[in-house]
């Protein structure tokens, strides 16, 4: 695969304030531990395999179960993920996917039991910016594995 363009180099200031919101994302009230997997999950749905890259090692990094790095993909099926994990996984395939009458109340009321309407906010900001990620890297075709060095991501020790 041959990368498109490289639009940090075409826009930074843009990429640059980008960074930047998700940066403050990470500050919220979402463990970083659900956040790298609803950044797995977004990105497998969305099929960006620089972002599945990314995310995967920085979750490893982070102290991820290499087991559970696995199971995102099958994350209904696993026995690997608290509620609140689940909870979180279906909000973002929910507004990763949505369907033509919208999310179904069902899915709110699960995420509902387990958020606070803070959480909620914050880790759907969260999905918003990983769901833009992931446009922009499958649309210029980054390549997975390209920025290893750059956010030291070598460290995970996977190749």
């Not at 973002?92 to 958020?115: C, K, M, N």
Request: aromatic share 8%.
């Amino acid at each position: 695969m041959t990368q498109r363009l490289n639009a940090a180099a075409q826009a930074p200031d843009l990429f640059k304030k980008f960074a930047e919101f998700g940066m403050l994302l990470k500050s919220r009230s979402i463990e970083p531990s659900i956040l790298h997997l609803v950044e797995i999950r977004a990105s497998q749905m969305n099929g960006c395999g620089f972002c599945v890259d990314m995310h995967v090692k920085q979750a490893k990094i982070h102290g991820e179960r290499e087991l559970r790095l696995h199971h995102v993909a099958i994350w209904r099926e696993s026995t690997l993920f608290s509620p609140r994990e689940r909870a979180a996984l279906a909000w973002t395939e929910a507004l990763t996917h949505l369907a033509p009458q919208g999310v179904p109340d069902e899915i709110y009321e699960r995420v509902r039991s387990q958020l606070s309407e803070q959480e909620i906010t914050d880790l759907s900001f969260s999905i918003m910016s990983i769901n833009a990620w992931n446009r922009l890297n499958v649309g210029f075709r980054t390549v997975p594995g390209s920025a290893d060095k750059l956010f030291g991501l070598d460290k995970a020790q996977l190749s």
